[in-house]
Structure formats: structure tokens, C-alpha cells
């Protein structure tokens, strides 16, 4: 099975946007890119890159989802950097059978380029249940 390598977001402003992502949920730069640079969880690669007209990267992508261990201390720490709520607080299903439709986030907000964010306390479907401390 192959494994998820890394996810690319690219903007205008990466240092805004990077700054943003470092902030609100703790990720580490763990390298610099010729355009942007990249930011890591310990598990998973996140590139932020400059947009560019023309080229060949497309600017952003349909959302990030990130799991955490206080979901209310971090909807309180991305409001306080500038992202738009766009759901109330969800309370999750305690059904657990991925065959079930429901939702994975419990709060859905727009960050510094509009790219939407998922935050929840529990994994979504097919990933590893692990802990972010």
C-alpha cells in the first residue's frame, strides 16, 4: 500500500500562510523550498508554495483536516489568527462503522487563503488513531 507523502497548498503569501499553519497547530518548518517551504507534523510533509500565474501548480486545495487534542482550545487559536468560522461546533457520532455516513470534523473554518480547515480530536476514517502529544 502506498502511503501519503506529503499535501501542497500554494498561495501569495507563503510566509503569512506558513506562519499561520506554524501557530495554529504547532507544525515545524523542516525545510526550505526554491519556491515556499515545508512544514511537517512528524508524520506528514506540508508544502506551502508560492502561486505562480502560469505555472504549473494550481493555487490551493479543497481543505486540510488536522486532529488534536483540544478541539475548543484550537477553534479559540485559529479564530485569534484570523480564521472565519464556517460551521457551529459539530458533536461527532459515537458510531465508529466507516460504512455509516457522517461527519469526521467537528469545526470547519476558511484560513489565511481561504483554504478550508477541518479540526476534530478523533482520526477520520482510514487513518492511524494516534495521539498529537
Not at 499553519?21 to 512528524?42: M, N, P, Q, R, T
Not at 480564521?83 to 457520532?93: D, G, N, Y
Request: hydrophobic share 35%; net charge negative.
Amino acid at each position: 500500500m502506498a502511503r501519503i507523502k506529503h499535501v501542497t497548498i500554494t498561495t501569495h503569501d507563503v510566509e503569512k500562510t506558513a506562519a499561520f499553519y506554524k501557530a495554529a497547530f504547532d507544525l515545524k518548518e523542516v525545510g526550505k523550498g526554491i519556491k515556499g517551504v515545508y512544514l511537517s507534523d512528524g508524520f506528514i510533509n506540508f508544502a506551502v508554495l508560492k502561486y505562480d500565474e502560469g505555472g504549473h501548480f494550481k493555487l490551493g486545495i479543497d481543505h486540510l483536516g488536522f486532529q488534536v487534542d483540544d478541539v475548543d482550545a484550537a477553534i479559540a487559536k485559529v479564530k485569534e489568527l484570523g480564521a472565519k468560522p464556517l460551521t457551529p461546533r459539530e458533536v461527532l457520532s459515537t458510531d465508529k462503522d466507516p460504512s455509516t455516513p457522517q461527519y469526521y470534523f467537528e469545526f470547519r473554518c476558511a484560513g489565511p487563503d481561504d483554504q478550508h480547515i477541518d479540526i476534530s480530536s478523533v482520526g477520520w476514517v482510514g487513518a492511524s488513531d494516534h495521539k498529537t502529544s
